[in-house]
């Protein structure tokens, strides 16, 4: 089951008293999608498990009302699309060419065919837990377009 490609959709409303920063998702255990609070506003972006950047700011969404946003990992490169949030490229789509940004392993089980974690609200570190509502997750085994 290497390097399946996943969908994550769901709706995300940070709270407006949220920390700086925290995680909304962790796709095994190596690279977060993370939101950093801007004012009203926090911005989107991909982080690696230990916080180092991957991504500069992907989209801003608006704390304390829902936008839509849908995480697609598929060979090597992570895409992200929002609704009624603003991307770099205002088309609401960023492409991310993980592959060349981190060395990481991010296929669903290890060489021994363990399964390896999915996880929403946060990666393990307790202190960069996301902060307001998840609503309607979904999680697909191929990627959306």
């Given at each position: 089951?290497?390097?399946?490609?996943?969908?994550?959709?769901?709706?995300l409303?940070?709270?407006?008293?949220?920390s700086d920063?925290?995680?909304?998702i962790?796709?095994?255990?190596?690279v977060?999608?993370?939101?950093?609070?801007?004012?009203e506003?926090?911005?989107?972006?991909?982080?690696?498990?230990?916080?180092?950047?991957?991504?500069g700011?992907?989209?801003?969404?608006?704390?304390?009302?829902?936008?839509?946003?849908?995480?697609?990992?598929?060979?090597?490169?992570?895409?992200?699309y929002?609704t009624?949030?603003?991307?770099l490229?205002d088309?609401?789509?960023?492409v991310?060419?993980v592959?060349?940004?981190?060395?990481a392993?991010?296929?669903?089980?290890d060489?021994?065919?363990?399964?390896r974690?999915?996880?929403?609200?946060g990666?393990?570190?307790?202190?960069?837990?996301?902060?307001?509502?998840?609503?309607?997750?979904?999680?697909?085994?191929?990627?959306?377009?």
């Amino acid at each position: 089951m290497k390097d399946v490609p996943v969908s994550i959709q769901m709706w995300l409303s940070p709270d407006l008293g949220a920390s700086d920063v925290c995680d909304v998702i962790s796709v095994s255990d190596q690279v977060n999608l993370t939101l950093s609070k801007a004012s009203e506003q926090f911005n989107l972006s991909l982080t690696a498990a230990d916080g180092t950047p991957i991504s500069g700011t992907l989209a801003t969404i608006n704390g304390g009302s829902y936008t839509h946003v849908t995480l697609v990992y598929n060979n090597g490169k992570f895409t992200l699309y929002t609704t009624d949030g603003k991307t770099l490229d205002d088309n609401n789509v960023v492409v991310v060419n993980v592959s060349e940004a981190v060395e990481a392993d991010l296929s669903w089980s290890d060489d021994s065919g363990n399964a390896r974690a999915l996880k929403i609200g946060g990666s393990g570190d307790e202190t960069r837990s996301f902060r307001g509502n998840v609503d309607d997750i979904r999680v697909w085994t191929k990627a959306l377009t």
